[in-house]
């Protein structure tokens, strides 16, 4: 993929099909599309840094409560703190790969670096 404005029409898709591939499959979540988020309540993050030909950080925030639904799914039972930031940490690895691989798939070089 030659340009930067070509690639960047196909990060939203990339991102967004990465995210509802792993929340489903690993976590068994159905998810729902919202145009806008009102943060209120406690969240958790996870990051993996991209290097190559595009360099940044990719972040999975979602709620302590769809992360501990996640934990749960993954470990099949209620997780603690620790738990629950591993696990977060674990799905951004996860989609991090399915993007990265997507994007080699568009011939953009980018690796996780954690």
């Not at 499959?25 to 919202?34: A, K, N, Y």
């Not at 799905?91 to 670096?113: C, F, M, Y």
Request: glycine share 8%; aromatic share 0%; proline share 4%.
């Amino acid at each position: 993929m030659g340009s930067l404005s070509a690639l960047t029409d196909h990060l939203h898709a990339i991102l967004e099909a990465a995210v509802v591939k792993s929340l489903q499959s690993l976590c068994d979540l159905q998810l729902v599309r919202v145009r806008t988020v009102t943060i209120a309540e406690p969240m958790v993050t996870g990051m993996v840094c991209l290097t190559g030909d595009l360099k940044g950080v990719f972040m999975l925030t979602c709620s302590e409560a769809t992360g501990e639904a996640c934990a749960n799914a993954m470990l099949g039972q209620p997780p603690n703190p620790a738990e629950l930031r591993d696990v977060v940490g674990e799905l951004a690895n996860v989609v991090g790969g399915i993007i990265v691989t997507r994007l080699h798939a568009l011939g953009t070089r980018v690796d996780i670096s954690l």
